[in-house]
């Protein structure tokens, strides 16, 4: 029990390093914009390796696409205010990571699964803190009974629909702006954009990772806005 202790002790001390020095790494990274033409079309590689949550594509549009997302249970980590996206993504992950091995109430281990996602609520100006939800996809065969932990939150979804921009590289402060306003922009004048507002108003967007941090090449990426099917102007489902 000690050995496998340390050993666990030793994992989660070399994967911390990992991940610190990959947001220096990531610091002089390019993340690539997507254009129009390809903004989509890419199956996360990672999903064809961890499990990741079903959805439909109902509507390609030009730069973005519309899902709609069956029920799914995710855990997530109380409020992180900070000014960076980066680093509340790494706060909050640390903590899903401590949480998938096994440091919930049933000491259970949860399989990894993608994507890692962040919420971000902006803040009022550039200098401020926003706030982060950052939440881990709980596996089908955890979804049941998720094993509940100090500082994290079952959330429970029910079936609900997004507008979605897929971009490459490393997620950077710098860039994942500018993919949100792209995503917004596509969606401007569409009955999608408009349902958006309805539900969320300006400014709130959440980030989708697919990727671990050890990986360099194929990194798939996504801004993704929720929006509610009755907040349509006319069915187009």
């Not at 855990?75 to 640390?94: E, H, K, N």
């Amino acid at each position: 029990m000690k050995k496998d202790s340390t050993t666990m002790a030793v994992r989660l001390s070399m994967f911390k390093l990992v991940f610190a020095l990959m947001s220096l790494f990531s610091v002089s990274t390019h993340s690539s914009i997507a254009t129009d033409k390809d903004a989509l079309q890419i199956y996360p590689p990672t999903c064809t390796r961890i499990e990741c949550p079903n959805f439909k594509t109902i509507h390609v549009g030009n730069g973005f696409e519309i899902r709609r997302y069956n029920s799914s249970v995710w855990i997530t980590t109380s409020p992180i205010q900070d000014i960076s996206l980066v680093q509340a993504t790494r706060t909050g992950f640390l903590r899903l990571f401590d949480y998938i091995q096994g440091k919930n109430k049933y000491k259970q281990t949860i399989e990894m699964t993608g994507p890692v996602i962040t919420e971000i609520l902006p803040s009022d100006g550039p200098f401020c803190e926003s706030t982060f939800n950052v939440s881990f996809y709980v596996p089908k065969e955890n979804q049941a009974d998720p094993p509940p932990a100090e500082g994290l939150q079952v959330q429970r979804w029910k079936p609900r629909y997004l507008a979605a921009r897929q971009f490459s590289g490393f997620v950077e402060d710098s860039s994942v702006g500018k993919e949100a306003a792209a995503l917004k922009s596509s969606l401007e004048g569409t009955v999608w954009g408009d349902a958006i507002q309805k539900n969320v108003g300006d400014g709130v967007y959440t980030v989708a990772q697919y990727n671990s941090p050890f990986e360099f090449e194929n990194r798939v990426n996504e801004i993704w806005m929720m929006f509610h099917v009755e907040d349509l102007s006319f069915s187009a489902l």
